[in-house]
């Protein structure tokens, strides 16, 4: 299994961001994507899950402000991201799970910035 994330880059505080992540190889119809960030200095933490069924979570820190996708036919998620703060920057991981095994992208660096 690979992820291939994408979408990272710099933004100014108020703007917005997409990233977006292709999962490849074997890959159950059941099973939860999502992503996860690490800011420097700072352990990694959830952003946001999503289920194959469609059942949502996300961290109350970014409740409001970002939304989370996923094409089960394709095997993408993808992570819409409004409102952006410097809060906000970090590198951002795509997170898959199949059953009881975790799979990680390459991390993709979102900053927020004037």
């Known amino acids: 299994v690979q992820l291939q994330a994408s979408g990272g880059g710099l933004v100014q505080p108020g703007g917005s961001l997409r990233l977006s992540c292709a999962a490849s190889?074997?890959?159950?119809?059941?099973?939860?994507m999502g992503w996860y960030r690490q800011a420097p200095g700072k352990q990694r933490e959830l952003v946001a899950l999503?289920?194959?069924?469609?059942?949502?979570n996300y961290a109350d820190s970014v409740k409001g402000r970002f939304t989370i996708s996923r094409d089960n036919a394709k095997n993408t998620v993808a992570l819409q991201m409004n409102s952006l703060k410097p809060e906000d920057t970090a590198v951002y991981y795509c997170?898959?799970?199949?059953?009881?095994?975790?799979?990680w992208g390459q991390g993709t660096l979102v900053t927020v910035s004037s």
């Open positions: 190889g074997s890959i159950s119809s059941i099973n939860v």
């Open positions: 997170r898959l799970v199949l059953r009881t095994t975790g799979y």
């Open positions: 999503i289920a194959s069924e469609g059942t949502t």
